[in-house]
């Protein structure tokens, strides 16, 4: 359906932001071009724009452009990101300081898992992603509980949202398996696929509909011959997850 308001510039520079946004690797300004079906000559100056204002950087070796996370810092200021994030913090950093391991609220975004909050564990070594972290949720424990609990539209949306975002693709069935297993336990535990030596323990921050805003990962790091007890820690991390959600207000 055509829009009943048109402003060309502003449309360009969102086109450029959600191109970037799906893209596992920067872009040159050739590629960017191509892929909008533009010319370079269209795009620039937006680019320079988007540039100035920080939501976009550039490598000086490869000429490449990729997105900053401006937009995600934006997104942290709205009321509900705070509310989650301002609720969950305490509850995380009193676990996390009781048990000695990391523990991460995460949220989806565009196919994505983006870390909105750490409380890093542990008196001797520590375990903690950076803020804005992010990786495709197809291929994420944490990105998986959250996708476990949404209504089928909404977590078929996701799928396919985030797809593209797996260059060598993924097992549809046992993704079904595994978010069928997740809803029915109610949580995720196993090895880390990404990291050698960390064991994740995953639950989701549910609302007062039972679909899944937000997830807390609990992180431990195994040591040789150390037998790891992360799952005795299940009803305590499904307890934060609840209380994160009463304190901002979503159950």
């Known amino acids: 359906m055509k829009s009943s308001y048109s402003a060309p510039a502003l449309e360009k520079g969102l086109d450029i932001l959600e191109a970037l ?3 596992a690797e920067p872009l040159s300004l050739t590629r960017l071009a191509a892929q909008l079906g533009r010319s370079k000559s269209e795009i620039f100056r937006m680019v320079m724009v988007l540039l100035e204002r920080g939501y976009v950087s550039r490598d000086s070796d490869s000429d490449t452009l990729q997105l900053t996370d401006r937009l995600f810092t934006l997104g942290l200021r709205t009321p509900r990101a705070r509310d989650l ?14 048990t000695e391991f990391s523990l991460h609220l995460v949220v989806l975004h565009q196919g994505k898992t983006v870390v909105l909050g750490a409380a890093p564990g542990g008196r001797d070594l520590v375990f903690s992603l950076r803020l804005g972290f992010h990786r495709p949720a197809l291929d994420a424990t944490s990105g998986k509980v959250v996708m476990a609990f949404q209504k089928p539209v909404v977590r078929d949306a996701i799928i396919k949202e985030g797809a593209p975002l797996m260059p060598g693709g993924f097992d549809a ?4 398996d595994d978010l069928a297993r997740i809803r029915r336990d109610g949580f995720d535990y196993h090895e880390s696929r990404h990291f050698v030596g960390l064991v994740d323990l995953c639950c989701p921050v549910l609302d007062g509909r039972g679909e899944a805003v937000a997830s807390i990962l609990m992180t431990c790091l195994r040591r040789p011959g150390e037998e790891v007890s992360l799952k005795d820690h299940l009803p305590a991390l499904a307890e934060v997850c609840a209380g994160a959600a009463r304190a901002a207000g979503l159950a």
Do not use: E, I
């Not at 301002?86 to 009193?94: C, F």
């Open 21 to 23: 946004s799906v893209q």
């Open 85 to 98: 994030v301002s609720a969950a913090m305490p509850l995380m950093t009193d676990l996390a300081d009781r």
């Open 173 to 176: 069935a046992k993704l079904a």
